[in-house]
């Protein structure tokens, strides 16, 4: 998560087009037609539709796909490890988009890709060491997207997060389909993740049997985790359990050790990604002597999620069924 950082349906009755892909929900006007968003609090002017959007990491990249916005982008940047992508309806995307870098975005990227948008977020692309920034791209005539899970919210300069993940979720969504023309299929997702998610909520657990949950990301020194406005706090309490760290303002940060044992963790879920194998993680977590006498390594009750479901992307609601179809399992018996 510090180097780069739900499956959907096509929704077939809510567009015309052929199957994901999407010239859809067009008027005579939209391709130049203006459109002003609001963008991490800001209110941002898109001269006309992008046509050759480049996207960093494969939720951005998704939420792209889910919205059958293909022909709209020129690549995507992503390591190998896309996550599973059974069942995954927009998978296609994958083969019709070029993959620009296995890595992540650069300036040189999206110049040979004659971007006309750079989809990213703060950590998930855009970064300050290397000048690869909205600002450093509006010099260069690129207009910029910014994943709203990332925005920075002053408290320093580098938390991040401006409302429940969730929320940024459809804030995303919602802008996207009015930037592309596409809002009955923005609204339709939407509305299709609410009402599963909803679905899951009603079969929570509540109350006192609500287990509490530590999110870990990777770091044996120093565990990275997320705080309350990172996609896993609100996957997290929607399937029926409590963040521990819900108090953190942050999105993705690092804590110590001596918090997360002090919080006394039900429940630790892994996040699936990087050199380190999820069972690789799960061996650490299980040896690590101070987490000994913490009920999540004690009873080993421990849970994988990929990555990708994990930052905000469509996967979102997929893996709040996912975990809470879990947590069932265990609730009330910590």
Known sequence: ????????????????????????????DTESAAVTLTNCGRRVTFDKVPERVVTNDVGITELMFALGLEDRMAGFAMPDDKGDLT???????????????????????????????VFAGWNYGFREDDGFTPDALKKLGIPSYILTESCRNGRTKTTRGIMPPLDALYTDLTNLGKLFGVEKRAAALIADFKNRIADVRAQAPKGADRPKVFLYDSGQDQPFTSGRY??????????????VMHDVQDSWT?????????????????????????????????????????????????FVLDYVDLVESPRNPSAVARLGAYLRTVAGKH
């Open 254 to 302: 690092t804590v110590g050790w001596e918090t997360v044992v002090e919080r006394n963790p039900d429940v630790i879920v892994i996040c699936d990604y990087g050199d380190m194998s999820a069972e690789q993680k799960k061996k650490f977590l299980l040896s690590y002597a101070p987490l000994r006498n913490v009920p999540a390594v004690k009873h080993k009750r421990i």
């Open 1 to 28: 998560m510090r180097k780069l950082i739900a499956t959907a349906l096509c929704l077939a009755a809510t567009v015309t087009a052929t199957g994901c892909g999407a010239t859809v929900e067009k008027s005579a």
């Open 230 to 243: 990172a996609a896993p706090e609100q996957i997290i309490s929607e399937a029926g359990g409590v963040n």
């Open 87 to 117: 069942g995954v309806p927009w998978k296609d995307g994958y083969e019709k988009v070029k993959w620009l870098s296995k890595d992540q975005l650069t300036r040189e990227n999206a110049l040979d890709a004659r971007a006309d948008l």
